[in-house]
């Protein structure tokens, strides 16, 4: 998905300082490509494996070159960068824009942007912000939780007791996320990130009570405004059937990407914050390599079978 400059401007121009130095009025070109691209070797004349879809980033090494050349070397330079219909430029450290630069940009139509942020960092940031703004996005059912660095999601069956169990688990020190309703992207490291929506974010609705401000009430470590995604907790009524030992791992796709998943069943006066807090804890085990139900069922059949060598 393709964005324009325009939507780099409105969501970050606060985080990465920016302000408009030219071409107010062409920010909608759009930015097919997310990665930035420092004109040296175009600046140069080589153009062959120009990367002009990218954003174009001038800092201090393309200033001092552009400084080393004659007038009208410079200007032939620049006439040919911008006639290569590059979406914008992002002028470093606050530098001034030379005049040739303005002139051109206006012709072209081409914003240019400006940050005192030195180069790399700005590079770094804006690289993330971009593949956020452009990776899929989706908004589904569920509650989310961060418990120690775990991300939660507890989906289940309207008044199955998500947003209670939830909140025991605020009260126990761990931080909501989003409440009912929830976020989720994908990121550029396969993983499912997810936060509240704009509207809701901070907020819980408590059948009985109404709706409440979880900051107001618990302070603000009891909020975090996106995690990434390691476990999805299904709550559901008792079936009699449910998984004893855990040895069968089960996942549930969420954007193309596999997630774990279990099945807890939801009965009168079981301490559902508990069993999820420990559901949580054991599934980060299970990434650091740790599976308990794997090994004691490794144990049993070593004993069996030495069992049975010993009888034949």
Not at 256 to 281: F, K, W, Y
Request: aromatic share 4%; net charge neutral; charged share 25%.
């Amino acid at each position: 998905m393709s964005i324009t400059v325009k939507t780099l401007w409105d969501e970050g121009r606060e985080k990465l300082s920016l302000s408009i130095v030219a071409g107010a009025q062409h920010l909608d070109r759009k930015l097919p490509e997310t990665a930035m691209n420092r004109p040296g070797l175009a600046l140069t004349g080589f153009f062959q494996y120009f990367a002009n879809q990218r954003l174009q980033i001038f800092g201090l090494a393309e200033f001092t070159y552009l400084k080393s050349l004659s007038q009208e070397e410079k200007v032939r330079r620049l006439v040919e960068l911008f006639e290569q219909q590059i979406p914008g430029i992002v002028i470093t450290r606050n530098r001034k824009a030379p005049r040739e630069i303005l002139e051109l940009a206006e012709l072209h139509k081409v914003p240019v942007l400006r940050t005192p942020m030195v180069t790399m960092n700005f590079v770094n940031e804006c690289t993330v912000l971009l593949e956020k703004l452009t990776a899929p996005q989706e908004r589904i059912q569920g509650t989310c939780m961060e418990l120690m660095g775990i991300g939660v999601l507890l989906r289940g069956d309207p008044g199955i007791g998500k947003s209670e169990t939830a909140l025991s688990l605020v009260e126990r020190g761990y931080s909501l996320v989003s409440d009912d309703v929830t976020e989720v992207r994908r990121s550029s490291r396969g993983r499912i990130v997810c936060w509240a929506n704009e509207v809701t974010r901070y907020h819980m609705e408590i059948r009985g009570i109404g709706i409440i401000h979880v900051p107001s009430l618990f302070g603000v470590a009891a909020i975090r405004r996106q995690t990434e995604l390691d476990l999805v907790i299904e709550l559901k009524a008792p079936t009699g059937n449910e998984d004893r030992t855990g040895i069968q791992p089960a996942s549930v796709e969420i954007m193309g990407v596999q997630v774990p998943c279990i099945t807890l069943p939801v009965r009168s006066g079981r301490d559902m914050a508990n069993i999820v807090e420990v559901a949580a804890l054991n599934q980060k085990l299970k990434e650091l390599g740790h599976d308990a139900a794997k090994e004691l069922d490794e144990k049993i059949i070593t004993r069996l079978t030495r069992g049975r060598v010993q009888y034949v």
